[in-house]
């Protein structure tokens, strides 16, 4: 039987770049390894699965080429703007059903954005036995003079060990060394690195992001990890704005440049409560799997 898989970019930068994901809709009656197989044929960091839910929008699962996940931003954003330009769902609000429970979904013309929950960070005093901040910045070629601020874990529900840089130079430079940054995210429970510089211009930081752990050397844009960096820029670095453009991927090779767009939402006493994290996709083309 052939499968048919959509690739949408996701987080594009107007027609441009994006992180591409596979989309397979009607998923309902695939078994997980039929989902992990085809995920593996597809070969992109990940492809989401759409089938019926009985309490949200839809029910998505998400693989990457060697295992399944909990949650992917690009592929949700992905998912929901495809299911949107096909009218399979109808705004402004819809949601996702995930192996780690609900999240709501706005949906803004092209664009989709996912609910994220509160931060939560783990600073060097608290890191798993092993792990430092000095065997995180060797695990990327760098040195202590090199970063704004000891690396620290920050997770709105997935974790990513956050690293700032002095300056977004530095980012062409990395030297990453991926079995060590596995090995790391592992001891974490986190998803991978997310390495970061602020910015002066329109974007408040641009980033480079690595999961090896999870098949994925570098990807092009992650939702997941922008809104942990965004809550970093509010609560570590004074950032008061409540939404911030983050950019991705153009310091890959070749340069993918994403777009992504956080929202913050705060409580009465000024603290982060929860975040959206979003962006428009594109349909780039379809592919037929046996």
Known sequence: MAHTVNIVNAFVDGDQGGNPAGVVLEADALSAQEKQRIAQ??????????????????????????????????????????????????????SKETIDGLRR????????????LAPSYVDEADFAPGVSGARILASLGLDPAQVAAPPCVVGTGNRFVLVHLRTEALLAGLAPDMAEIAAVSVAFGAIGYYVFATTGGEFAASARMFAPHYGIEEEAATGMAAGPLACYLHDRLGVSQPRLLIRQGAWMSPPSPSRIVVELQFDDAGRIEGLYAGGAARLASTVSLM
């Open 41 to 94: 044929l597809v070969g992109l960091s990940e492809t989401a699965f759409v089938s019926r839910s009985q309490v949200a929008g839809v029910k998505l699962e998400f693989f990457t080429p060697t295992r399944q996940i909990a949650h992917c931003g690009h592929a949700t954003i992905a998912a929901f703007a495809l299911l949107a330009q096909r009218g399979l769902v109808r705004g402004p609000e819809s």
């Open 105 to 116: 979904i706005v949906l803004r013309g092209e664009a989709a954005f996912m609910e994220q």
